[in-house]
């Protein structure tokens, strides 16, 4: 049984695995993060907002300060989803499931 947590991703209860909602690839254990079963792009900034005036402050975001990191689905190539984190930040879990309870609240449905 797969249960919706994201637009694009699932559980499913049965294997505890987390999967790409569009083509149901299985990605990673659900009791562990998700990130980690998808492709990273780790991306400059510039690449994603086009410096507006040709000056130290444009409108951008500072490569030095920031990077933006986009999480896909090795299967079907979804983007899961995106984040800024700073340089050097580590990847971050940002979400935690309570596997047991989630089991037993669909087992009474």
């Known amino acids: 049984m797969k249960v ?9 209860l049965e294997k505890e695995l987390w ?8 990605l990673y254990p659900a009791r562990d993060n998700y ?11 510039e ?3 086009n410096p507006l ?3 130290e ?8 300060w920031i990077r933006i990191v986009e999480y896909y689905c090795p299967s079907c190539g979804t983007m899961i989803e995106n984040e800024f984190l700073p340089p050097g930040h ?10 047991d309870d989630l089991k ?6």
Do not use: M
């Open 19 to 26: 999967c790409c909602n569009r083509c149901g690839f299985e």
């Open 104 to 109: 037993s609240r669909w087992k009474t449905k």
């Open 4 to 12: 919706q947590i994201t637009e694009y991703l699932d559980i499913d």
């Open 90 to 99: 580590p990847i971050t879990y940002d979400i935690a499931i309570d596997i």
């Open 47 to 49: 690449t994603v907002y």
């Open 57 to 64: 402050y444009n409108f951008c975001p500072n490569a030095e």
């Open 53 to 55: 005036i040709q000056e």
């Open 35 to 45: 990130k980690k079963g998808c492709l990273i792009h780790d991306r400059d900034p």
